[in-house]
């Protein structure tokens, strides 16, 4: 469809009618105009899966590992793919919209969203992005480029505003954005922060460079309820504000068109925007059928299974990786995460699978017939209590498993019952008139002792056991941020004692407040064991195996949206149950289960220590593939990871007085790292495999051309004893440059397979950004002519060869 044709279809609409496009018809959808044969496009959070419409434990989707996973793969093919099923689902769920990639940095290990963005850098953060949206439209489906800019941390993210040089944006934050528009990318979302003044939704950004300099010509789509004003958004090159119908814009926008504050034409040019992504994913007549295959889920579930193993960290191996089975008659399986595993990071982006491998179930899989493995959950991490489900759980009403969720009026009476999965309710249906939410269950406690139970969510709340009130409160709350009033809110705990296998019948009740939501949470933990006993056994079972697996992580309410963390020492007594662990067997294999950076204060003791990131629904399969040698863990790290927090250059999240500088510049990660002189507990790009590699040569022009790219032909070869894959990274640095500059930088990488004993040679093409800066005298690029260092190697701290390239 030309320009010419959606000019007609806009010229046939009321000014009511285009500002109605504009808005959110619901929380989800955008509106439709049957008039000219324009239906509504379905939009759905998506970075690791496609959730749909509704928050419904229900209607369960396919759950892919963590973005941080996906950075760390190194592997611009397989998230292409892996964008592909994300496109399958959408179109499963009838989405037309998938509200990803987010494309923030890992610019403080303190980052509380760590795991839904790819790493630290601008260059791999940008060309993993760009293989993900590739792979989603390439099915018709819409990604969006997220959190259009420097929405880098959680701490007061509504409202803070980030300070940052015209150079640091550029070549920094703007940069992985620059690369999804050059890579097609239909939505960019702005975020909710402001920069230099100026709330995301309103800022000259989306104008330049988006729309301007880059040629971006899909639509600029707020993030959810970020428009807070009309005029000055309205005037902005944003095109649609999200959710409606209720919006700054709608009524207002029409009111102030029409008193002359926002052009017309400036609406008609968000229309065509809009009408151009329709027209895009089938939303507008003539309509186009989507191009998505049919998948089988054995195809999906090998395709996960392989994204584990490809984006699992090899941190550290003494010779312990791969297990042989045929060694082992004992396995012993420690941690709760090995039995819990955390799949997925908490907030927005969260979906419900219901066909988890846990890593416990994973090597019992593999070892089955073969070895006995023996698990014991050590100590608890200190996470809070579950939500209720239906191992635990029956409906009072119907005996089935799951609860009872009802929705009274004022007076108490009944206006809507169901029998639900999951005592998790964020979205309840609402009749006319409710007042309360309500869920009810019969709980069937399998162990003696003092339990805890958990309501969760604002306003009034009470909870009753077998009618007695155990809680009744106001819980006003103190934050309009939306992922923890509708998804997150806080769980208040409170504690009983009951007698194992005497069922309890449990209610738990929220009434309903204005601007406070209705996501309604019931929980329960049962009776912790004694740390010290828990701990003994954890460490008697390790003594008598022949190896030894601990699976340790963070918890849900560590790394989540909405909060950054306040540290990276795992919760609990884990880091004590590693170490009594390895002091007990030298066959000790960690397992890391974290979206981002932890401390590792143990990392050395460890026989191996792998790190899984939230590895999706196929972790145990994917794991026990890595641990047993039927793959080779491909991943390296996306972000440098600190011996210490206090080791860490940049940390900052917390605004000051509003204002959050980013005064370190150019300079985070492992760029922060070179310049402080330290040294971290692991370099951005490391990661080792299962065999080892020399680097016999590198092959590279002696001069290039600004801005025209150059390739460097590395060879290396397999020095070990098993087939193996490698990833060649290739960085510059710029001795005694006129501008500041980091040590050196990341530039580019490719990888390579080879057998045992075999050479094998690969082109790492290096763009002409890699070389340029950005002038703020100038406000332009310029590329600094005269020597630069190139330098290849294995991580940004492992290098193997340099030479020097002059540019002309």
């Known amino acids: 469809m030309d320009d010419e044709t959606r000019d007609r279809l806009i010229g046939r609409l009321s000014l009511e009618q285009k500002v109605r496009l504009l808005t959110g018809a619901t929380t989800w959808r955008t509106a439709g105009e049957p008039g000219i044969g324009l239906r509504e496009m379905v939009t759905s959070d998506g970075p690791a899966g496609v959730r749909g419409e509704a928050w419904d434990e229900r209607r369960t989707s396919v759950l892919l590992p963590s973005a941080s996973a996906l950075g760390a793969m190194w592997d611009e093919g397989l998230v292409e793919h892996l964008g592909g099923l994300l496109a399958a689902e959408a179109a499963r769920k009838g989405v037309d919209v998938v509200l990803a990639p987010t494309l923030n940095l890992h610019r403080s290990p303190l980052g509380g969203r760590h795991f839904e963005c790819f790493s630290e850098d601008p260059e791999l953060t940008g060309r993993t992005g760009a293989a993900l949206i590739r792979g989603i439209q390439a099915l018709g489906v819409a990604a969006t480029a997220k959190h259009y800019v420097a929405n880098d941390s959680e701490t007061d993210r509504l409202t803070v505003d980030v300070r940052a040089s015209e150079r640091t944006l550029r070549e920094v934050y703007l940069a992985p954005f620059e690369t999804a528009v050059e890579a097609g990318v239909w939505l960019v979302m702005a975020g909710y922060n402001a920069v230099g003044g100026t709330t995301m939704t309103a800022s000259p950004l989306l104008a330049e460079p988006l729309k301007g300099e880059w040629g971006f010509d899909g639509v600029a789509v707020s993030d959810w309820a970020a428009v807070r004003t009309t005029e000055e958004t309205g005037r902005a090159a944003l095109d649609l504000a999200m959710p409606g119908p209720d919006s700054p814009w709608a009524a207002s ?13 400036t609406v008609d040019q968000k229309v065509h925007r809009l009408l151009r992504l329709a027209h895009r994913v089938g939303a507008l007549e003539p309509r186009r059928p989507r191009r998505v295959p049919a998948t089988a889920t054995r195809d999906t579930r090998a395709l996960l299974r392989r994204a584990v193993s ?36 908490g907030g927005s982006a969260g979906v419900f699978c219901s066909d988890v491998v846990t890593p416990l179930a994973g090597v019992r899989a593999r070892l089955q017939g073969r070895a006995r493995v023996v698990y014991e959950p050590g100590p608890a991490p200190g996470a809070p209590p579950a939500a209720l489900d239906t191992d635990r759980c029956t409906d009072p009403e119907s005996g089935a498993p799951g609860v009872r969720l009802r929705v009274l009026d004022a007076e108490g009476r009944e206006l809507y019952a169901q ?4 005592g998790r309710q964020l979205e309840p249906d609402l009749p006319p008139g409710a007042r309360t939410v309500e869920i009810g269950a019969i709980l069937r406690p399998h162990q003696s002792g003092e339990w805890t139970f958990g309501v969760g969510g604002f306003g009034r709340m009470t909870l009753t056991i077998d009618a007695r009130t155990l809680l009744d409160g106001e819980f006003p709350g103190d934050t309009d941020d939306p992922a923890v009033v509708h998804v997150n809110p806080p769980v208040h705990t409170v504690r009983t004692v009951l007698t194992a296998e005497r069922p309890v019948h449990v209610v738990a009740r929220r009434e309903l407040v204005p601007g406070r939501g209705r996501a309604t949470v019931v929980a329960a933990a049962p009776p912790q064991p004694d740390p010290a006993a828990a701990l003994e056994d954890a460490v008697r079972a390790a003594r008598h195996a022949d190896a030894a697996i601990v699976v340790v992580g963070t918890t849900e309410h560590s790394e989540t949206e909405g909060y950054d963390r306040t540290g990276l020492v795992l919760g609990g007594r884990q880091d004590e149950l590693v170490r009594a662990v390895a002091a007990a067997n030298p066959r000790t294999v960690v397992v890391v289960n974290s979206g981002g950076p932890v401390e590792l204060p143990w990392h050395e003791e460890a026989g191996a220590v792998l790190l899984t990131w939230f590895p999706g629904q196929e972790a145990g399969t994917g794991l026990a593939d890595v641990l047993f040698g039927l793959a080779e863990p491909g991943g390296r790290l996306p972000t440098t990871w600190a011996a210490s927090l206090s080791d860490a250059p940049v940390t900052a999240t917390r605004p000051v007085d509003g204002r959050l500088d980013y005064a370190e510049g150019l300079h985070i990660g492992h760029r922060a790292w070179l310049r402080a002189g330290r040294e971290p507990a692991y370099w951005f790009g490391h990661g080792l495999g299962y065999t080892t590699w020399e680097y016999a040569a590198v092959h590279a022009p002696a001069h290039v051309t600004a801005g025209e790219p150059f390739t460097a032909r590395v060879t290396v070869r397999n020095t070990g004893s098993r087939a193996g894959r490698e990833v060649i990274q290739v960085y510059l640095a710029r001795p005694d440059s006129a501008v500041e500059r980091p040590e050196r930088w990341f530039a580019g990488y490719a990888t390579v397979r080879a057998e ?17 800066h950005r002038s703020e005298a100038d406000h332009g690029w310029a590329t600094e002519p005269g020597p630069y260092r190139l330098i290849v190697g294995r991580s940004a701290g492992d290098t193997r060869w340099e030479g020097m390239v002059t540019v002309t």
């Open 253 to 265: 926008l029409v009111r102030a068109v029409k008193d002359g504050l926002v052009a017309e034409e």
């Open 310 to 345: 490809a984006g699992t960290v090899l941190l550290r191996n003494d010779d312990v990786l791969p297990l042989d089975p045929a060694e082992l008659s004992t396995v012993a399986v420690l941690g709760v995460h090995a039995a819990s595993p955390r799949v997925q990071g």
């Open 419 to 422: 029998r639900r999965l999951s």
């Open 756 to 772: 045992a004993g075999r050479t094998a040679s690969v082109e790492v093409v290096v763009g002409p950004r890699a070389l340029r």
